[in-house]
C-alpha cells in the first residue's frame, strides 16, 4: 500500500490481487459451517499468492525469486482444487463462478512466465497495455488435455505473459 517498487509493476501481482478479492466473495456464500474448514484455507491459498508474488519480486537471487513464485502458483493450484470441492459439495450452485475462473486460469499463465523468465522486469507494464487491467473482461482461457500442452503453454507464458501481450 505504501511502498511502490517493483511488484507493483507485474501484471501478475494485479491479477492476484484481484484473485483474493473473488476468493473472498466467492467463500462468502459458503455455508458457516465452513467457516473453519474450505472458507479459511481458498483464503488463506489466495492471499499466500497475492503475497508470494510481492515477497519474490524483491528477491535479488533468480534461484530465490522463482522459488516464490514456484509457491505462489502451488497455491493458485491449491484454489482450484478447493474449488473442486466446493463444486462437489454443491457450495457453487446458482454462483457465477466465471470471473474467478479467469482469474485462475489468467494468474496460473502469468505466474508461469514469471518462473520462465530470464528477466523478471522486461515487459509492458500494465499501464501501458490496458486489456490486461483486472478490471478487464476477456474471455476465459481453457488448455484443453492435449498430450504436450504443458510444454506450449510454458514456451507461450515465457515468450508473452511476462511482456503483457495476453490476449
Known amino acids: ?84 470441492i466446493a463444486y462437489d459439495n454443491g457450495y457453487l450452485e446458482g454462483l457465477d463462478i466465471t470471473g474467478i475462473q479467469e482469474k485462475i486460469v489468467r494468474s496460473f499463465k502469468l505466474i508461469s512466465g514469471m518462473i520462465a523468465s530470464e528477466n523478471l522486469f522486461n515487459y509492458i507494464p500494465a499501464s501501458i497495455h490496458p486489456s490486461l487491467h483486472p478490471s478487464t473482461s476477456s474471455p476465459p482461457m481453457f488448455l484443453p488435455a492435449v498430450p504436450g500442452l504443458w510444454r506450449v503453454a510454458h514456451h507461450w507464458a515465457r515468450c508473452h505473459a511476462i511482456r503483457g501481450c495476453l490476449p
Open 1 to 84: 500500500m505504501f511502498l511502490n517498487l517493483n511488484h507493483r509493476r507485474l501484471v501478475g501481482y494485479s491479477v492476484a490481487r484481484s484473485l483474493v478479492n473473488e476468493c473472498y466473495k466467492i467463500s462468502n456464500s459458503f455455508p458457516i459451517f465452513e467457516k473453519y474448514g474450505i472458507s479459511s484455507q481458498i483464503r488463506r491459498a489466495a492471499v499466500s499468492v497475492y503475497l508470494n508474488i510481492a515477497e519474490g519480486a524483491s528477491r535479488k537471487s533468480d534461484v530465490e525469486r522463482k522459488r516464490y513464485f514456484e509457491i505462489a502458483r502451488g497455491s493458485n493450484m491449491e484454489i482450484d482444487a478447493i474449488l473442486d
